[in-house]
């Protein structure tokens, strides 16, 4: 049999699937790894945990599924946008990564907007605000705080290219994952020369540009040795993970809307032309599709659920087997089914890594309002998963706004496998939410879909979907909630205007 390996970096895990050709999961696995914060609105994990994680994906898919590293076709990527490496000149890396929830560049971004606009900036890239996870930002912190890194640094990527420079010798990146380092012009889909003078660095230390999915060359002999791999296996550059997803469930035409709830809740609607939000909320993206874009958020999500589990994991593993679950996840989703709607009183704001669009604030913290005695874990749980919910809604407002109507969501990632949250959503945005089979690995599916196509496997990316995304579960708003929902967003809504202020004027502190 022949395969294609694909693997999906995220925040917290990486996610590996051997597919086969005809989409076929041989084996899967999936390792978790925990990034460090050294201080408030910081994120940074060594570049080696993400090397030394792949290598370990590789080695137990391949004794998992008794294949051997030469019947593996290509190999594709879904990885998270915005985690930045800086390289010397023989391509190590000078410090740890910069996380894509870092938030540390938030005086940064917004002395970018405000030398260039915020309207220059919108037309240009597509983002709006000042996002302190822009790699531009986190570019210029690092020129202002570590200019001996800075003065070092010859070249700069992202985690797509840090693999595509390990497997292939090649640094090369894609329109997706490039599209919010505020140094990409997404009209042009080339990099932003004025950008790049005033951030100090040259086009010469960027990735070369490819078209998402598209083959960024071969395994080398170095790398096969490395990481178990045959030489001269196809390397696709895949895209950024949550557009990957979008593919993996079949979001690849205008008028689709997803949402990915994995450690981040990220949101994709597509759109076959760039459109920029007159209100100034709602950021513009290359897709993963050749030539499609998307209106695109992101918040936190799962990753709210994570530090619950990782603060009361003694709690949760002494009950959980008692209740017949089989780990903390599942428990708590007991849990949160035993508390009835609205938590009893319980709202939480559930920003641990700060707020995204429409209401970008990298500062936001966290919050539970109205928590009392009577309150406990199951109330906690749930209001979690609601508060997350009430982001998808004020987003799924803001993008209809532009005039992209969204008539049911298809859920993916992690938050897909919960069918309390996956109701939870449908109750509070009034809409039908959709999961697919295997949609926690969509990323990896995606990926798989995007480097079949450009290696070959399958003659366009609409007949892959066609062939191997099949809906599973449907989802129906419970018109018995709507009252209860309603009062909670107005109060959620009335909440964010009153924090985000409060949280701004403290910063990162």
Same mark, same amino acid.
């Given at each position: ?13 990486? *996610? ?11 084996? $899967? $696995? ?7 914060? %050294? ?6 994990? !060594? ?70 606009? /915020? *309207?220059?900036? +919108?037309?240009?890239?597509? +983002? ?9 930002? @986190? ?7 570590? %200019?001996?890194?800075?003065? *070092?640094?010859?070249?700069?990527? +992202? ?21 919010? !380092?505020?140094?990409?012009?997404? +009209?042009?889909?080339?990099?932003? @020369? ?68 994995? !450690?981040?809740? $990220? ?10 939000? /007159? ?41 959980? !087997? ?23 009183? &319980? ?9 995204? /669009? ?27 998963? =609601? ?12 993008? =209809? ?23 939870? @959503? ?49 989802? &129906? ?9 309603? *009062? ?5 809504? =009335? ?5 985000? /202020? ?8």
């Amino acid at each position: 049999m022949k395969f294609i390996l694909a693997a999906d970096i995220g925040t917290t895990a990486l *996610k590996a699937v051997l597919y086969s050709r005809e989409g076929t999961a041989a084996a $899967c $696995c999936t390792r978790e790894y925990s990034f460090d914060t %050294p201080l408030p609105g910081r994120a940074e994990l !060594s570049a080696r945990v993400y090397t030394e994680t792949f290598a370990e994906a590789v080695r137990q898919l391949l004794d998992d599924s008794g294949a051997d590293a030469r019947d593996i076709e290509v190999i594709g990527f879904s990885t998270q946008g915005e985690t930045m490496l800086l390289l010397d000149e023989n391509d190590r890396p000078l410090r740890r990564a910069i996380l894509w929830c870092d938030t540390r560049a938030s005086e940064e971004a917004a002395e970018i907007v405000g030398s260039f606009g /915020p *309207k220059v900036i +919108q037309e240009r890239t597509g +983002q709006v605000g000042a996002d302190a996870i822009w790699p531009g930002a @986190k570019l210029l912190w690092v020129r202002k705080n570590e %200019p001996e890194i800075f003065e *070092k640094t010859a070249r700069i990527v +992202q985690l797509e290219g840090w693999f595509s420079l390990l497997l292939t010798g090649r640094a090369a990146g894609e329109d997706s994952i490039l599209g919010s !380092s505020v140094y990409f012009d997404i +009209q042009k889909r080339t990099y932003w @020369k004025e950008m790049l003078e005033y951030l100090g660095i040259t086009e010469q230390q960027l990735p070369d540009i490819l078209l998402p999915g598209a083959i960024a060359g071969k395994v080398t002999q170095e790398a096969a040795a490395r990481f178990g791999l045959a030489p001269g296996t196809a390397v696709s550059i895949g895209g950024i993970d949550l557009a990957c997803g979008a593919v993996g469930v079949g979001n690849i035409r205008p008028g689709s809307f997803s949402d990915v709830t994995g !450690s981040a809740l $990220c949101t994709m609607a597509m759109t076959d032309k760039v459109i920029l939000d /007159p209100a100034g909320e709602m950021p513009c993206y290359c897709s993963a599709v050749p030539g499609l874009y998307m209106i695109h958020a992101y918040a936190s999500g799962g990753i709210c659920l994570r530090w619950f589990r990782d603060v009361f994991r003694d709690a949760l593993s002494s009950r959980m !087997s008692e209740n017949g679950a089989d780990n903390e996840y599942d428990y708590m989703d007991l849990l949160a089914q035993e508390c009835p709607p609205g938590a009893e009183g &319980l709202l939480a704001l559930p920003h641990l890594t700060g707020s995204g /669009p429409p209401d970008l604030c990298p500062e936001m913290k966290g919050s539970l309002i109205g928590i009392t005695t009577a309150h406990g874990q199951k109330h906690i749980i749930r209001a979690l998963m =609601e508060g997350v919910a009430m982001i998808l809604c004020r987003i799924l407002e803001a993008t =209809e706004g532009l005039g992209l109507r969204a008539d049911r969501i298809v859920c993916l990632g992690g938050g897909a496998k919960s069918p309390v949250w996956c109701q939870i @959503k449908a109750d509070v945005t009034g809409r039908e939410v959709v999961t697919t089979k295997d949609s926690e690995n969509a990323g990896c599916l995606g990926a798989a879909m995007l480097a079949g196509t450009a290696a070959g496997i399958f003659p366009c990316l609409e007949e892959a979907v066609e062939m191997l995304v099949r809906e599973e579960n449907h989802y &129906l708003p419970d018109p018995a909630c709507g009252d209860v929902y309603r *009062k909670m967003k107005s109060s959620y809504y =009335e909440l964010m205007k009153c924090l985000m /202020p409060v949280f701004r004027n403290r910063g990162n502190s």
